[in-house]
């Protein structure tokens, strides 16, 4: 009963954590097409940028934590980073 009952948070943990990864994936290539946008001035970028986390419900700063914790685990950091390679590039994250 409590290898099931383990089984079942660890699973539920690493939805979790997919989760968390797939939007970081997202922001981060919503920033990135800001950062390209020929549009938009510098001043627009910035205001740009505010918006995109405003909306994800992130600040600057939480948005560099989870930068950190990717780092942590070396592993998840490149898949991350490949699947942001990847929706950069038109392919899906």
Known sequence: MTVLLANGC?????GKTAAA????????VELRKVGTDDVLDSAGRAAER???LQRRGLTPEKLE???????ATPARATAVWEAISRATNGGTP
């Open 10 to 14: 660890a699973r539920r943990a690493s």
């Open 21 to 28: 990864d797939s939007a970081f994936v997202r922001t981060v």
């Open 50 to 52: 505010s918006r995109v």
């Open 65 to 71: 934590a989870q930068s950190r914790a990717l780092a």
